[in-house]
């Protein structure tokens, strides 16, 4: 069985986003932005930020506000298309949570089943 970088999980991890490293992209850009204005913590912002599709991301980010990770923020605001601009915060939970994520993603750089890169946002420049 070849099995890429994931030799024991085969093939499957590859062919599919990895959720800690989605997870942890999410929380580290909301975690940075806490004190930016609500447009920067916008549905939109935060795809470009993470590289995640928009209807895949909104998912995520019900997700994790059911969790408590993060809040919902109504911006007062409509859109194009009618719909309400949302905003959204990290909680203390969340900045937890992000500490937690961030350390087992730094276990996986030195057991070499990530690379360096994972660590950061794809809009990072290092």
Known sequence: MNGGIYPLLGNTMRKQRDLPVTIYRILLYLSRMKDAENEKRRLTRIERAVSIDRKELRVVLDKLMNAGLIDEIDTAKVGRGGHKIIAWNITEAGRIW???????????????FYPEEFFYLPSDAF
């Open 98 to 112: 992000r500490s937690d994520i961030g350390r087992y993603i730094q276990l996986c750089q030195r057991m070499e």
